[in-house]
């Protein structure tokens, strides 16, 4: 299961690769048939966005070129385990679903590894990616190999949408448990509330500016614009299993044991460490919802 299956638009500055996608052809207009794409290129032949599970292997091909690097190299031979272990390596805290952290102290981890044209990452080491970045691979679904308390932050930007309820509450009683007196939690999510309120608009602004920011994008051909069409996507597309307003996310927390964290909702790039909320992306910021639940017994 890759947490990064959802595309992401192309960075000049960042140290990763992504397919050549050309701009979409089609007008604004409205349709009712699939949308199709009407260059030769191949990642778009007979894409249809009615099809969810026959999408599956386009979003795979944007994980496997994202999970693509040039230089792999192992610094650490395990998983660092105690704070003063991740104290050694430089790094305060980790960033999941994230093939290169942008956090200078932090560690990333995915399900998936990262692979050149010779190697590939695998379960255990820490990697330094492009010499740069820290990534080491992890499954959420099994308890973290990480002591308690061992670190002040983690940070989950579009991960929790993509695994069922179950295994998103026991990698939050995972989080909790390794977070430091006082450590952060920043989770960022397609937020259910705006994609409502987006069906309910009749000038439908929301749904608008969301199908504008995938053309930028140049993720596929344009989308469907009917707004059934437009709600159904956000549970059936890019591997998602279960969509999240505030209550849902507070009620999973809840399950997963914070009831004695300082829990609130926050804005894009704003929380309880600026560092941390930096690491918002801005292509997302149209439709996700950001909370943040701060450990008991510390400064923040």
Same mark, same amino acid.
């Given at each position: 299961m890759a947490t990064t299956a959802e595309p992401e638009p192309a960075r000049p500055e960042a140290a990763r690769s992504e397919p050549a996608r050309p701009e979409a052809a089609r007008s604004e207009a409205a349709r009712s048939g699939p949308a199709r794409s009407e260059t030769a290129h191949p990642l778009f032949a007979d894409w249809d966005w009615e099809d969810p599970a026959g999408l599956e292997a386009r979003t795979d091909a944007f994980t496997e070129n994202l999970a693509r690097c040039s230089t792999i190299e192992v610094i650490r031979p395990e998983m660092p385990y105690t704070h003063q272990d991740f104290q050694e390596l430089g790094v305060t805290g980790i960033e999941f679903a994230a093939f290169r952290t942008r956090h200078p102290h932090g560690l990333g981890t995915d399900l998936v590894g990262l692979h050149t044209d010779s190697e590939a990452t695998r379960p255990g080491?820490?990697?330094?990616?492009?010499?740069?970045?820290?990534?080491?691979?992890?499954?959420?679904? =099994? *308890? #973290? *190999? $990480?002591? @308690?308390?061992?670190?002040?932050?983690?940070?989950?930007?579009?991960?929790? !949408?993509?695994?069922?309820?179950? %295994?998103?509450?026991?990698?939050?009683? !995972?989080?909790?448990? $390794?977070?430091?007196?006082?450590? #952060? /939690?920043?989770? %960022? %999510?397609?937020?259910?509330?705006?994609? $409502? @309120?987006?069906? /309910?608009?009749?000038?439908?602004?929301?749904?608008?500016?969301?199908?504008?920011?995938?053309? %930028?994008?140049?993720?596929? *051909?344009?989308?469907?614009? =009917?707004?059934?069409f437009m709600l159904n996507q956000i549970f059936y597309h890019f591997g998602h299993r279960w969509i999240y307003d505030e209550a849902e996310l507070r009620h999973v927390l809840d399950r997963a044991g914070y009831h004695e964290f300082a829990i609130q909702r926050r804005e894009f790039q704003l929380g309880a460490r600026p560092d941390v909320a930096d690491l918002d992306t801005a292509f997302r910021k149209d439709e996700s919802i950001y909370l943040e639940a701060v450990a008991p017994g510390g400064p923040h």
């Open positions: 080491p820490v990697y330094r990616i492009d010499g740069a970045a820290l990534f080491t691979q992890l499954d959420i679904s =099994r *308890p #973290l *190999p $990480i002591a @308690d308390h061992s670190v002040d932050w983690v940070y989950a930007e579009h991960l929790i !949408e993509h695994v069922p309820l179950g %295994t998103a509450v026991h990698w939050l009683a !995972e989080v909790r448990r $390794i977070l430091r007196p006082g450590g #952060l /939690l920043r989770l %960022t %999510t397609p937020d259910l509330a705006r994609y $409502i @309120d987006g069906y /309910l608009d009749g000038q439908e602004q929301f749904f608008r500016r969301h199908r504008r920011r995938l053309r %930028t994008m140049r993720v596929g *051909p344009p989308m469907p614009e =009917r707004r059934a």
